[in-house]
């Protein structure tokens, strides 16, 4: 969803003390610094294996940078070339119905539901047969904007405009094949297949049939139409596809009395989304748990196009940004997740299992037992998860948890007791299964310090932060450590800029409000970046030019700036083949316009990628990016 400054949720107004709070602040000035005493000690092993120029590894970054950019298109280094595949709108490949895109976005509801959705977001490729040149994209669609989705827009809202908004959401799983020299998607193919906000999911978990997922229309709790704002995702050892359920809250309405439990997730009088004036469900004045069956964890089967898709409740309800896994040494699951809101949560998931050999069938039940923690980050370098389970402290039903189901529904209550560390917009996560160590990108938050707002702390260190930054850190042991220790991987920022909370202390290329985030088999981590409409080409900003994505090396802490966007979009997502020559990523929004719609008046106002067409409309899409020698890319 849109992340300007104005819209994004800030709902968090318990009482658990920060962390500058609690701590000695002088024991967080080496956070300041960058990587002081503390940081040295830990990482030692890791720095000193490359401390020598010419002694080390080769070079892993072999592209040469390219410019910041703010036209309207998108570039990729020297040697490389990129194609466009599986825009929005673009059928899907039902062997049973195709129909084709219109330019106008005159397309009905009927066809948009057998069409790539709207705002492409998290990917991942998924070989068949362990091939790099055949197989699955499963991807995110995070939202809509309605001003490009319909002929006259928001104008004369109807049923249809809902269905047809309903339909561009979700995800979407279509087969593409390396042939004739290109990729191209493969159509029809009996793998397609849309998930949209009016698609069965099966509920499983502690959550699973409880009192508060109980409607009218479902009195079991047990089976929700839909999926909202799906957008980061991750790829199980067992092969499925884990997509996080973020900014739900927007597209109910809450009238006139919306209890303290509703505003501390967020919902507001009015949504974003109009829907509830044709779909009563999303009024929780009148249907308030349906409110409750959205910000799981969902995950899907690719490979298994009539599988039922299943919320996760075992991982707990939140603004899911998305869904990492790690695998610990004796072989269970360690989902972590971050919510991608102002002040909210870090978490992670242990399964009581491990995991089965014989793929998603066999691993059905994996995510519905295990134990949930939240993150609390200390001011001397270490950490601590805390276990979300009923009855451990606070989390009693005198202080309003009845039972599991309770407490993972109301996960945000419940962390808020335990005294998690409210962080800067956690989003995108990366695993260094290697190192057993994490990368978390902070996008931002412009309210850190402000009037009534938390102020600094150590894992959070700057106020106004709209730059962003990326947290690491090493669990203790495995990855179902209770304690970790941690540092701040770099501090996203520009340092011709005159505040000293916006200059960062980047080596190489700039970049500011990081988002996506992927760790190449290579060990090289890619950052996608996130920047506003709202804030781009100006102050601060001025700068970096359009979003942008950059490769890190962790070695010698250089980035390079390998690709840059069309006007106005985000760009996400990103999946490599097995073989690492191929690089599937998304482009989001391009034209996204300050507030929150565009003008159907004028669709290409602020960009017209990737078609340029005359009287068209932008379109979020796919990108497939190579080498031109078919090289591994980034080498």
């Not at 009905?108 to 991942?124: L, N």
């Not at 409210?422 to 978390?440: F, Q, S, T």
Request: proline fraction near 7%; include cysteine; charge should be neutral.
């Amino acid at each position: 969803m849109a992340k300007d400054f104005d819209s994004m949720e800030d709902s968090n107004r318990s009482a658990n003390p920060s962390i500058h709070q609690v701590c000695d602040p002088a024991r967080r000035v080496w956070v300041q610094g960058g990587l002081g005493a503390l940081a040295a000690g830990l990482w030692a092993p890791w720095l000193s294996g490359c401390a020598s120029a010419g002694k080390g590894p080769a070079p892993l970054l072999g592209f040469a940078s390219v410019p910041v950019s703010d036209k309207d298109t998108l570039v990729v280094p020297q040697g490389y070339e990129a194609l466009v595949i599986a825009a929005w709108g673009e059928p899907i490949g039902m062997p049973s119905r195709m129909p084709a895109w219109k330019p106008d976005a005159s397309n009905s509801a009927a066809d948009q539901a057998v069409q790539m959705g709207m705002h492409h977001d998290g990917i991942h490729y998924f070989p068949i047969d362990g091939s790099s040149t055949r197989g699955l994209l499963a991807m995110n669609h995070e939202y809509t904007d309605d001003g490009l989705l319909h002929p006259d827009g928001m104008k004369n809202w109807s049923a249809e405009k809902t269905a047809k908004s309903q339909a561009a959401h979700g995800m979407s799983v279509v087969e593409v094949q390396f042939r004739d020299g290109r990729w191209q998607m493969v159509r029809p193919s009996n793998y397609a297949r849309r998930y949209t906000a009016t698609t069965p999911f099966r509920v499983r978990g502690p959550a699973a049939g409880h009192a508060l997922m109980q409607t009218t229309a479902d009195p079991s709790g047990r089976l929700v139409l839909g999926t909202l704002n799906n957008c980061a995702s991750g790829m199980t050892p067992w092969g499925t596809y884990l997509s996080g359920e973020e900014n739900w809250a927007f597209y109910f309405n809450g009238g006139d009395r919306i209890t303290p439990d509703q505003q501390r997730w967020g919902l507001r009088k009015a949504g974003l989304y109009p829907w509830a004036s044709t779909d009563e469900r999303f009024d929780a004045a009148k249907h308030p748990n349906e409110f409750h069956r959205f910000g799981w964890v969902v995950e899907i089967d690719p490979m298994d196009p009539i599988g039922a898709p299943v919320k996760r409740t075992a991982l707990g309800r939140a603004a899911h940004e998305g869904a990492w896994v790690a695998v610990t040494q004796d072989q269970r699951a360690v989902v972590y997740s971050g919510e991608d809101a102002r002040f909210e949560y870090i978490y992670k998931f242990v399964s009581r299992d491990k995991i089965s050999p014989g793929g998603a069938q066999a691993n059905r039940e994996l995510l519905d037992h295990g134990t949930l923690y939240v993150a609390r980050f200390d001011a001397d370098g270490t950490g601590r998860w805390l276990p979300l389970v009923h009855g451990h402290g606070p989390l009693t039903a005198a202080n309003g948890f009845a039972d599991q189901g309770a407490v993972l529904i109301r996960s945000r209550q419940a962390s808020d007791l335990l005294g998690a560390t409210k962080m800067d917009r956690p989003e995108w996560l990366a695993i260094d299964p290697a190192r057993r160590e994490v990368y978390c990108t902070l996008t931002n938050n412009s309210q850190r310090g402000g009037k009534d707002r938390p102020g600094v702390d150590a894992a959070n260190p700057r106020a106004n932060n709209v730059m962003g930054n990326i947290i690491r850190w090493a669990e203790s042991g495995d990855f179902d450590a209770l304690t970790m220790r941690w540092d701040h991987l770099v501090m996203g920022g520009d340092p011709a800029n005159e505040r000293a909370e916006a200059k960062g202390n980047i080596r190489g290329d700039i970049f500011a409000c990081p988002d996506g985030l992927m760790l190449d088999a290579r060990g090289v981590l890619w950052v996608q970046t996130d920047m506003h409409a709202t804030q781009m080409y100006q102050g601060e900003m001025k700068g970096f030019g359009n979003n942008q994505m950059l490769a890190l090396d962790r070695t010698t802490g250089e980035a390079r700036r390998f690709l840059t966007g069309p006007v106005n979009c985000e760009v996400t997502g990103a999946t490599l083949t097995p073989d690492g020559r191929t690089l599937f990523i998304n482009i989001q929004h391009p034209g996204e316009t300050p507030s929150d719609r565009s003008d159907p008046a004028e669709p290409a106002k602020y960009s017209n990628w990737p078609d340029y067409q005359a009287g068209g409309r932008p379109r979020s899409a796919t990108v497939v990016i190579r080498r031109k020698d078919g090289g591994p890319i980034g080498t």
